[in-house]
C-alpha cells in the first residue's frame, strides 16, 4: 500500500549538473503531476500527465523535462541545474478529473549550489 | 484569471480555541474545492473536498469547511483546535474536466499556544 513513491528525498547539486525525479504509483491512476514547493508561493505546476505517453506542461516548466512510458512512472528531468531550482519538488497522482483529490508523494528536497 | 488566495499568511490560536482559515478563489467554471494539510517535512494530506450538493462539508481530523458561492469562498474551520493542528494548510480549486490540475493558494501556517 505504498501510494506515491518519490526518491531520492534529498540531494544536492552543483550548477550544471543533471539529475532525474523518481516518481512511482501503484495505484493505477490516470493522471499524474509534478509540483514545486517554494516557501511562501504555494505549489506550482511544472507539468502533468493525462495517461501514459502524455505530457503538457504547467505553469513552470522551463529547465525541466518528464517522461510517462508507464501507467506508473513519471520522471521530472532537471538538466543543468540552476540555483533557481532548489525547491522542495512534489508528485502527485488521481484516477480520474480532479474531482477525488490528488495522492502526494512525500517529497524531495533539492539544493543546487 | 484563475486563482486562490489565502489572505492570512500565519495565524496562532490557542489549545482548545476555535479555528477559521479563509480561502477565496477566482475561477471560470464551477470548481471543486479542496484543503489539504501539510505537516513540517511531509507531503500534503486531503482534509476535505467540495464538489456539490451540501455547501457545509465534513472531513478528517475533525475540519469542516464552507463554501459561499456569492462571495467565492470555501473557509475552513475547527470547533476546537490540538496542538498536533499546528502546519501549513493550502486550499485549491480545480475544475471537472479531465486532465486539468489544481490550482493551490500559498498557503496559510498554523501555530497553536499553550
Known amino acids: 500500500n505504498a501510494g506515491v513513491t518519490q526518491t531520492p528525498k534529498f540531494r544536492i547539486l552543483k550548477i550544471g549538473q543533471s539529475m532525474t525525479l523518481q516518481c512511482t504509483q501503484d495505484?493505477?491512476?490516470?493522471?499524474m503531476y509534478w509540483y514545486r514547493q517554494d516557501p511562501g508561493m504555494g505549489l506550482k505546476l511544472i507539468y502533468y500527465?493525462?495517461?501514459?505517453?502524455?505530457?503538457d506542461k504547467g505553469e513552470v516548466p522551463n529547465g525541466y523535462n518528464v517522461s510517462r512510458s508507464t501507467t506508473e512512472d513519471f520522471p521530472l528531468r532537471l538538466e543543468l541545474a540552476a540555483p533557481s531550482q532548489t525547491s522542495v519538488y512534489f508528485c502527485?497522482?488521481?484516477?480520474?478529473?480532479?474531482?477525488?483529490?490528488?495522492?502526494f508523494g512525500s517529497g524531495t528536497r533539492l539544493t543546487v549550489v | 484569471a484563475q486563482s486562490v488566495t489565502q489572505p492570512d499568511i500565519h495565524i496562532t490560536v490557542s489549545e482548545g480555541a476555535s479555528l477559521e482559515l479563509r480561502c477565496n478563489y477566482s475561477?471560470?467554471?464551477?470548481?471543486?474545492l479542496f484543503w489539504y494539510v501539510q505537516s513540517p517535512g511531509q507531503g500534503l494530506q486531503l482534509l476535505l473536498k467540495?464538489?456539490?450538493?451540501?455547501?457545509l462539508v465534513q472531513g478528517i481530523k475533525g475540519f469542516e469547511a464552507e463554501f459561499k458561492r456569492s462571495q467565492s469562498s470555501f473557509n475552513l474551520r475547527k470547533p476546537s483546535v490540538h496542538w498536533s493542528d499546528a502546519a501549513e494548510y493550502f486550499c485549491?480549486?480545480?475544475?471537472?474536466?479531465?486532465?486539468?490540475?489544481?490550482?493551490f493558494g500559498k498557503g496559510t501556517t498554523l501555530s497553536v499556544s499553550s
Open positions: 502527485a497522482s488521481s484516477p480520474q478529473l480532479t474531482n477525488y483529490g490528488y495522492t
Open positions: 495505484m493505477n491512476h490516470n493522471y
Open positions: 500527465s493525462v495517461g501514459a505517453g502524455i505530457t
Open positions: 475561477y471560470g467554471a464551477t470548481p471543486y
Open positions: 467540495y464538489f456539490s450538493g451540501d455547501t
Open positions: 485549491a480549486v480545480g475544475a471537472q474536466q479531465a486532465g486539468t490540475a489544481l490550482i
